[in-house]
C-alpha cells in the first residue's frame, strides 16, 4: 500500500519564527489532507489540497501531486501552533474513504 | 450543529468485557470513520462506511465490530477486551471528496 512519510519528525522553534513542514507520499494521489492535533489531543483540519497552494491566514499548504510531496509552511509562529501536524492521503487511487495518515511532525513553539 | 460528537469521554475496563464507543454527527456526510491512536503515534484506521449499511475494514479491525443503520450513527464494539486495545479513539466523517471532522475522542484504558 501507499506509504506516508513526514519530515522532521520533531521540531523546537522560538516563537515568531517560520516553519516547513514536509510529507512525502509513494504512490499517485488524488487528494491530501493537512490536520493539527493540539496539545489536548482535539484534531482540526487545516488543508484539503489535492494539488496547487493554499493559503490560510499564517499557514498555508503546497502540493506538488506529479513529485509526490506536499509542504506545510507556518509564518511567525504562535504558542498556539504547537503540536502534531499530520497529512492523510487514500490508500487507494480515487478512493474517498480509506485514508492513511503519517506520523507526523510534533512542532513545540517556545515564548 | 454539534458537528461529531462522541460517548464516552473516557472509560476503563477490565480484560474481556465488552462495550460499545458511539459517535454521532449531524452535517448528513455519507462517510464515516473509526481510528486508534496509541500513545505518541499517528492515527490508523479501524472501520470506515461510505452510507447506512456499508461498512468495510480498515488497517487494524481485529477485535472490533461497527454497524451503520443511520446517516447519523456509527457505534464500534469492542468484544472481549485486551490490555492492546488501550489507545484514544477518534470517530470522524465527510462528504465524498472533501476533509474529514473529527470528534473529541475516547481514552480507553483495558486493565
Known amino acids: 500500500g501507499i506509504q506516508v512519510e513526514q519530515s522532521p519528525p520533531d521540531l523546537i522553534l522560538q516563537e515568531g519564527a517560520n516553519s516547513t513542514l514536509r510529507c512525502n507520499f509513494s504512490?499517485?494521489?488524488?487528494?491530501l489532507q493537512w490536520f493539527h492535533q493540539n496539545p489536548w489531543g482535539q484534531l482540526i483540519n487545516l488543508f484539503y489540497?489535492?494539488?496547487g497552494t493554499k493559503q490560510n491566514g499564517r499557514l498555508s499548504a503546497t502540493t506538488v501531486a506529479t513529485e509526490r510531496y506536499s509542504l506545510l509552511y507556518i509564518s511567525s509562529s504562535q504558542t498556539t501552533d504547537s503540536g502534531v501536524y499530520f497529512c492523510?492521503?487514500?490508500?487507494?487511487?480515487?478512493?474517498?474513504?480509506?485514508?492513511?495518515f503519517g506520523s507526523g511532525t510534533r512542532l513545540s513553539i517556545r515564548p | 450543529n454539534a458537528g461529531v460528537t462522541q460517548t464516552p469521554k473516557f472509560r476503563i475496563l477490565k480484560i474481556g468485557q465488552s462495550m460499545t464507543l458511539q459517535c454521532t454527527q449531524d452535517?448528513?456526510?455519507?462517510?464515516m470513520y473509526w481510528y486508534r491512536q496509541d500513545p505518541g503515534m499517528g492515527l490508523k484506521l479501524i472501520y470506515y462506511?461510505?452510507?447506512?449499511?456499508?461498512?468495510d475494514k480498515g488497517e487494524v479491525p481485529n477485535g472490533y465490530n461497527v454497524s451503520r443503520s443511520t446517516t447519523e450513527d456509527f457505534p464500534l464494539r469492542l468484544e472481549l477486551a485486551a490490555p492492546s486495545q488501550t489507545s484514544v479513539y477518534f470517530c470522524?466523517?465527510?462528504?465524498?471528496?472533501?476533509?474529514?471532522?473529527f470528534g473529541p475522542g475516547t481514552r480507553l484504558t483495558v486493565l
Open positions: 470522524a466523517s465527510s462528504s465524498e471528496g472533501d476533509t474529514q471532522y
Open positions: 504512490d499517485s494521489v488524488n487528494n
Open positions: 489540497i489535492p494539488s
Open positions: 492523510a492521503v487514500p490508500s487507494l487511487m480515487g478512493s474517498a474513504s480509506k485514508i492513511i
Open positions: 452535517m448528513n456526510h455519507n462517510y
Open positions: 462506511s461510505v452510507g447506512a449499511g456499508i461498512t
